[in-house]
């Protein structure tokens, strides 16, 4: 099982959900998540190096850097493909307190309560088979 992701801190919640092209027929969309968002504007609206922002966000140098390319590549794909850009989800807690958010239907997927390093069965005992699973 892999590890659960952190929460990246983030500023606050964009102002402005989506960018739309106009005087082109929109070809799809993409989606840029919060903490991609932020990563943009930490590098290139803010001017931060890749160290100072990821201490502010909160990650390593490296997990930092994967987020922006990712997010540079979606941004890039949304200009040169006329596709629409929204800003929603991801895994972010805002700076300084806050509230927590997991968006995209990434988490925990549906697994009951666990303790910290116990894994709870959802099944009853080995004798009787799971339902849907063969």
Do not use: W
Not at 64 to 73: E, F, K, V
Request: no cysteine; net charge positive; charged share 25%.
């Amino acid at each position: 099982m892999p590890r659960p992701k952190k929460p990246r801190f983030v500023s606050g919640y964009p102002a402005i959900a989506a960018f739309i092209p106009q005087g082109v027929p929109v070809t799809g969309e993409v989606m840029l998540s919060v903490e991609e968002l932020e990563a943009i504007r930490l590098s290139d609206f803010e001017k931060l190096d890749q160290e100072s922002a990821a201490n502010l966000m909160q990650v390593s140098r490296q997990t930092y850097g994967r987020i922006l390319s990712n997010a540079r590549g979606i941004v890039g794909e949304a200009l040169v493909t006329g596709k629409a850009l929204k800003v929603a989800g991801g895994n972010y807690a805002m700076r300084g307190g806050g509230r927590r958010h997991r968006g995209r239907g990434r988490g925990r997927q549906g697994r009951g309560p666990t303790k910290r390093g116990q894994a709870v069965s959802t099944q009853t005992s080995l004798s009787e088979p799971v339902k849907g699973r063969r």
